[in-house]
């Protein structure tokens, strides 16, 4: 079976496009958003992005991300921490596991961090994460 498909099966509930921030963009998002928008970067970047600190998010717009309209109205260049979810680098760490376990529907409730920490590595394509 797919180590993804153990972890998480999409529940298309939208809960990661809501809440008060939004994800960090690479420069790759930027002109690729960008581009699929028909917009300049620097354009872009001012009607849709915040700068905070020395990287770039974009805005959120009555506690969700601009570009949710109830449904992803970027889906097909979307930025790739939002292709990615849930299998993000920070699902190495216990904690933030379990946070996303638990908030995340369409992750799996009956996996224990240490069971799925195999799953979470080889999905991620990383290191194996430090024991304690």
């Excluded at 979307?78 to 216990?94: A, H, M, T, Y």
């Excluded at 995340?104 to 799953?119: R, S, V």
Aim: charged letters at 25%; one cysteine or more.
């Amino acid at each position: 079976m797919d180590p993804e498909e153990i972890l998480f099966t999409c529940q298309m509930c939208n809960d990661c496009c809501h809440g008060e921030n939004t994800i960090c963009l690479t420069p790759a998002d930027i002109r690729r958003i960008a581009s699929g928008l028909g917009l300049p970067e620097s354009e872009f970047l001012e009607r849709y992005c915040v700068s905070k600190g020395s990287y770039v998010q974009m805005k959120v717009v009555d506690n969700h991300c601009i570009f949710w309209d109830g449904k992803c109205s970027i889906h097909a260049f979307k930025p790739g921490r939002c292709r990615e979810w849930p299998f993000v680098p920070s699902l190495l760490d216990q904690a933030s596991f379990l946070i996303i376990q638990q908030n995340c529907p369409g992750f799996n409730k009956d996996i224990t961090f240490e069971d799925a920490l195999p799953y979470v590595e080889a999905v991620l394509g990383g290191e194996p994460a430090a024991k304690e």
